[in-house]
């Protein structure tokens, strides 16, 4: 059982930046891929971000892709998400998550345990 709390979301200017961080429990951190996913408004949650259990590998979404920076610390217990160059519509619930495959993905199915979310609010 792994149990995930977000914290760092918030209202910033466009153009501005935001670091999201997530802290989780347990001591099998390390055996999990991690991964970001975001909520708008009236639309579907979708993937923004992904990282390997090692931290070697990382994956993005198009829409994010170079604003966009995932790290994790094993030792810590902690991922997070570097964010530069907000956008208006970056504005959502920003939600962490541990899943056991032993790949990246982006399917919100390969991940078994989710964090509360996080507001992030990016103003024009």
């Known amino acids: 059982q792994v149990q995930l709390v977000e914290s760092g979301g918030g209202l910033v200017q466009a153009g501005g930046s935001l670091r999201l961080s997530c802290t989780a429990s347990g001591r099998t951190f390390s055996s999990y891929v991690m991964g970001w996913f975001r909520q708008a408004p009236g639309k579907e949650r979708e993937f923004v971000a992904a990282i390997s259990r090692s931290g070697g590998s990382t994956y993005y979404a198009d829409s994010v892709k170079g604003r966009f920076t995932i790290s994790r610390n094993n030792l810590k217990n902690t991922v997070q998400l570097q964010m530069n160059s907000l956008k208006p519509e970056d504005t959502a619930v920003y939600y962490c998550?541990?899943?056991?495959?032993?790949?990246?993905?982006?399917?919100?199915?390969?991940?078994?345990?989710w964090g509360q979310g996080t507001q992030v609010t990016v103003s024009s």
């Open positions: 998550a541990a899943g056991g495959k032993s790949y990246i993905s982006t399917k919100q199915n390969d991940y078994n345990y």
